[in-house]
């Protein structure tokens, strides 16, 4: 009986933050068409930044609970949350998008191809790349300091902050408008262009709403674990992470079901930037930062998936659901992988 009343629970806490997701994309969008942005920016940055910042916020203080009190197991549970972030939004999440466009098209509710700024999502998943690939290096690098407190890996870390501030002003300052129609704003909907204030009121009460449904979640899920007996690595390394990335994958969701797909493929790459740099600088500069072997497969997993993406645009100038769903293999690939890595 408390299977069913957890599982119950599960369902009305799904259901609340698919509300707030919705309620969100739609807010977000006015944002943008009211600062004049372009999808590039409106989904790689504002969305992206927005439904990421809730779970990131997580580990970071848990790593600063841990340096402030010289705790190291705590630092190494938020290691593993800051380096999870990004795989499961390059594999997980951008299958599960793929896999929505499929349905949608099957049920007639759109055509199967994607119209996506090759160029705006391009640029996410290199800078994605490149920023993963040396927050990961980084944890091989010794600590040899630099005069004072500064160490290499500190200073590795101010070099990504530099790289996401250049990523963010060159995707603000990319040409280019919000296109397709927007629905009226829920807290405005008497209103042709709503005035700002509700506009902001609504991403504060969306997100919100977001954040706590998000925690309750996790909470839920890991109950059930525990009456599972599910073992505490998969639960870390798998279920924790799903949980904690589901907005983005609802956003994502939402927007390709309208045919949106610059939005919703840039609030993942986006996301994916945004992780991979400020949750990560705040790891090399608080942390010893010396990754688990299952956290280093994961690292290698998601860069794995996010090269696929970047060739298959390079070669071909688009993006299909069924490269999407190739996600969803090598997210396979390490939970085999789990099996003979050994934290």
């Not at 980084?138 to 250049?166: C, E, N, Q, R, S």
Request: glycine share 10%; aromatic share 10%.
């Amino acid at each position: 009986m408390s299977t069913l009343i957890d599982v119950a629970v599960l369902l009305v806490i799904i259901t609340g933050i698919i509300i707030a997701c919705e309620a969100f994309t739609n807010s977000i969008e006015w944002l943008g068409k009211l600062l004049n942005l372009n999808e590039g920016a409106v989904g790689s940055v504002l969305a992206a930044v927005g439904t990421a910042l809730p779970e990131t916020i997580v580990p970071i203080i848990a790593i600063t609970s841990a340096y402030m009190s010289g705790n190291p197991g705590g630092a190494a549970i938020g290691e593993g949350a800051i380096v999870g972030a990004p795989f499961m939004l390059s594999t997980l999440a951008m299958f599960i998008t793929g896999a929505a466009i499929v349905i949608f098209v099957r049920q007639g509710r759109r055509g199967p191809e994607m119209p996506v700024d090759t160029v705006v999502l391009g640029r996410d998943l290199t800078t994605f790349l490149v920023v993963y690939a040396l927050g990961i290096l980084a944890t091989f690098v010794p600590d040899w300091g630099l005069g004072g407190w500064l160490t290499v890996k500190h200073f590795i870390g101010f070099g990504l902050i530099g790289i996401y501030a250049w990523y963010v002003a060159r995707t603000l300052a990319e040409p280019g408008e919000l296109g397709g129609d927007i629905s009226p704003l829920y807290f405005a909907r008497k209103h042709d262009e709503p005035p700002m204030w509700r506009v902001a009121l609504q991403i504060l009460v969306a997100l919100g709403a977001i954040i706590v449904g998000a925690h309750f979640f996790v909470e839920r899920i890991e109950h059930l674990a525990e009456l599972w007996h599910v073992p505490a690595l998969v639960l870390s390394l798998l279920i924790t992470p799903v949980a904690t990335e589901l907005p983005e994958k609802l956003n994502s969701v939402l927007w390709v079901r309208v045919k949106k797909d610059t939005l919703a493929l840039g609030n993942l790459t986006g996301a994916m930037v945004f992780q991979s740099c400020i949750p990560v600088a705040v790891g090399l500069w608080m942390t010893p930062w010396n990754l688990s072997k299952p956290s280093l497969l994961s690292a290698a997993i998601a860069l794995a998936s996010g090269a696929v993406l970047v060739l298959y645009m390079r070669r071909t100038g688009k993006l299909t659901p069924w490269i999407l769903m190739v996600g969803g293999a090598f997210y396979l690939a390490f939970v085999i992988g789990l099996w003979w890595v050994k934290a």
